[in-house]
């Protein structure tokens, strides 16, 4: 018996199971749980945190005497409740487990279109709600100086002061706000189309 020749032979024996598809499906498979699982645990806190500033600002809302601070941080109240709705229906994908025995790259393609959606409508909404706040903020702040909020619109000082607070904050908050979603998404993304390439390449 030659020795060597069953030793070649047992090797690539081995080194072929360790390669087959159905290894490679089931280790994509075993990677792909935890970016799922860490993506679910990031979007539960940002309902958690769309709740706590909803509220906020409907308590601020219900508190101020002054109309035009109700009427911009109301507006706010309701974009927190549409973006409450929109991030919670991507969360219930989450809420039944993956039946990854089905069809695996189709189920990590839905999950990753549905998260980039979620995040793209996060930050185009951001660019109507940063104005909105800021300006909400700027005439609460007025307001709870004692100053009239009508009389100061009426003042040039008030509307360049204003718009100079808009135009460097909300391109600032809208960068902050993409710097977070990468934070807490991005690694995570970026291994679901790690896996996706990797299970197309295995077609």
């Known amino acids: 018996m030659d020795l060597q020749k069953e030793w070649d032979k ?8 360790e390669d087959t ?3 490679r499906l089931d280790a994509i498979r075993k990677q792909s749980r935890l970016p799922l699982q860490k993506i679910k645990q990031n979007l539960y806190y940002t309902l958690y945190f769309i709740v706590i500033f909803g509220l906020l600002f409907l308590y601020i809302v219900l508190q101020s005497n002054e109309i035009l601070v109700q009427l911009l941080l109301g507006i706010l109240v309701l974009a927190y409740g549409w973006a409450f709705w929109y991030n919670l229906k991507v969360y219930r994908l989450f809420k039944a487990p993956f039946d990854f025995d089905q069809d ?8 990753y279109a549905k998260i980039k959606r979620a995040i793209e409508f996060q930050e185009r909404m951001g660019l109507y709600v940063y104005p909105i706040s800021l300006a909400g903020g700027f005439f609460l702040g007025m307001a709870s100086d004692g100053r009239d909020v009508d009389q100061a619109l009426s003042e040039p000082r008030t509307l360049i002061i204003l718009t100079v607070v808009l135009v460097i904050f909300t391109p600032l908050l809208h960068l902050f706000a993409k710097w977070l979603d990468n934070l807490m998404y991005g690694k995570y993304l970026k291994q679901l189309e790690a ?3 990797d299970l197309e390449s295995t077609d």
């Not at 047992?10 to 199971?17: G, M, Q, T, V």
């Open 104 to 111: 695996l790259n189709t189920s990590l393609k839905h999950v």
């Open 21 to 23: 598809p159905e290894l």
């Open 195 to 197: 896996n996706i390439r």
């Open 10 to 17: 047992l090797k690539s024996e081995k080194f072929s199971r």
